[in-house]
């Protein structure tokens, strides 16, 4: 009875652990740039305050210019991506992105990006609160 439940806890971590498509990046490669970016808690935290100081100035629920409420999760990472390399957004085509960097634009991509739909991993430690 002992060897069955260890073989059953080792089976659960094995099959818990090994979904990396799951997990929290750490890392990515934008096509976009053609640059690999590790993420950083500073790098990151850029992304979040360029997110939070341009895009949510008229991305938020209930806004009166009739945009749609957007948050990290309202795309999944390769969503976001397409979102930055093709620049399809009437945000992005109406100027609203110009006082953007290509730098601030890619720290935005890479914090939308570790934070998209299809990120979360609660057995990744990095996840946890």
Same mark, same amino acid.
């Given at each position: 009875m002992k060897n069955y439940f260890l073989l059953l806890c080792a089976a659960f971590f094995l099959f818990a652990s090994s979904n990396p498509a799951q997990s929290s990046p750490i890392k990515r490669y934008? =096509?976009?740039? =053609?640059?690999?970016?590790?993420?950083?808690?500073?790098?990151?935290?850029?992304?979040? =305050?360029?997110? @939070?100081n341009n895009c949510k100035i008229c991305h938020y629920r209930g806004n009166k210019q009739g945009v749609k409420f957007?948050?990290?999760?309202?795309? @999944?990472? =390769?969503?976001?991506?397409? @979102?930055?390399a093709e620049r399809y957004p009437v945000c992005a085509k109406n100027g609203s992105w110009g006082s953007l960097t290509e730098e601030q634009i890619a720290r935005l991509n890479d914090y939308l990006y570790k934070n998209a739909a299809d990120t979360y991993d609660p057995y990744d430690a990095t996840d946890c609160g």
């Amino acid at each position: 009875m002992k060897n069955y439940f260890l073989l059953l806890c080792a089976a659960f971590f094995l099959f818990a652990s090994s979904n990396p498509a799951q997990s929290s990046p750490i890392k990515r490669y934008d =096509k976009t740039t =053609k640059t690999c970016r590790i993420f950083t808690h500073a790098t990151l935290w850029a992304g979040y =305050k360029i997110f @939070v100081n341009n895009c949510k100035i008229c991305h938020y629920r209930g806004n009166k210019q009739g945009v749609k409420f957007i948050y990290t999760e309202s795309k @999944v990472r =390769k969503g976001w991506n397409r @979102v930055f390399a093709e620049r399809y957004p009437v945000c992005a085509k109406n100027g609203s992105w110009g006082s953007l960097t290509e730098e601030q634009i890619a720290r935005l991509n890479d914090y939308l990006y570790k934070n998209a739909a299809d990120t979360y991993d609660p057995y990744d430690a990095t996840d946890c609160g």
